[in-house]
């Protein structure tokens, strides 16, 4: 596509529940990422993709948080049993070459979680 | 544990007024850095760049900004703004013994009054 596509845009979930996002890069592109924005803060950074392979999963937070990536391509983040604090903007970025040979990540639009 | 510092978190300026972001990072290697944008409604996009060579360099829309490895900053700057530079401006540092890994600072608002 054009540009990085994350769904839902916008999702409101019940304490408990399971949510799943969805991030489609940048065709072509190798690396993925994913990141956390909570309000007036920085992104936090969750999980790195190169390929289908996660060398680093350090950032995600708890057992709860999990990812994917497949074909090289789609990702999905999957937050189980949501709690409140993990309500927050969750942004997908991609880039051409591995790592930040290139210098510039392409970011979707992220995906706003709202836990109730 | 590497941090990057955004000394603003909210500034408001009037059109042709010069600008300065301030960004201090807490490393002690080399590093590339970063200021990314955020206009309203839109996705973070990138607005310049640092990675080696001239310390200043040139971004898009007449942004630049100065690497001053010894204050570990990398300042932000505009000499006359427009109403549509409201935007949320981010810093951002990779540490080259990391290759995908980028620290963010928390980001400031820019408002720009017409």
């Known amino acids: 596509g054009a540009g990085v596509s994350q769904s839902p845009s916008n999702k409101v979930t019940e304490k408990g529940k399971d949510v799943e996002l969805r991030c489609d890069p940048i065709?072509?592109?190798?690396?993925l990422y994913w990141y956390r924005q909570s309000l007036g803060q920085g992104l936090e950074f969750l999980i790195y993709f190169q390929g289908n392979s996660a060398p680093d999963k350090s950032g995600l937070p708890s057992d709860r948080f999990s990812a994917e990536r497949t074909g090289g391509s789609v990702s999905t983040l999957t937050i189980q049993r949501t709690q409140q604090e993990d309500s927050a903007v969750y942004l997908c970025?991609?880039?051409?070459?591995?790592?930040?040979?290139?210098?510039?990540?392409?970011f979707g639009e992220g995906s706003r979680l709202t836990v109730l | 544990a590497q941090s990057v510092s955004q000394h603003n978190h909210h500034v408001i300026l009037s059109e042709a007024a010069s600008l300065e972001l301030g960004c201090n990072y807490s490393y002690g290697g080399t590093v590339n850095l970063f200021w990314y944008v955020q206009y309203p409604g839109q996705h973070l996009q990138l607005l310049l760049k640092?990675?080696?060579?001239d310390p200043l360099v040139k971004g898009i829309k007449g942004f630049e900004a100065e690497f001053i490895k010894s204050k570990f900053s990398f300042n932000l700057r505009k000499p006359s703004v427009q109403w549509s530079d409201t935007a949320e401006y981010f810093c951002?540092?990779?540490?080259?013994?990391?290759?995908?890994?980028?620290?963010w600072g928390a980001g400031t608002k820019l408002i720009i009054k017409p």
């Open positions: 640092y990675f080696s060579g």
């Open positions: 970025a991609s880039s051409l070459a591995p790592g930040l040979d290139t210098g510039e990540l392409f």
């Open positions: 065709s072509g592109h190798t690396a």
């Open positions: 951002a540092v990779n540490a080259k013994d990391s290759n995908y890994q980028l620290i």
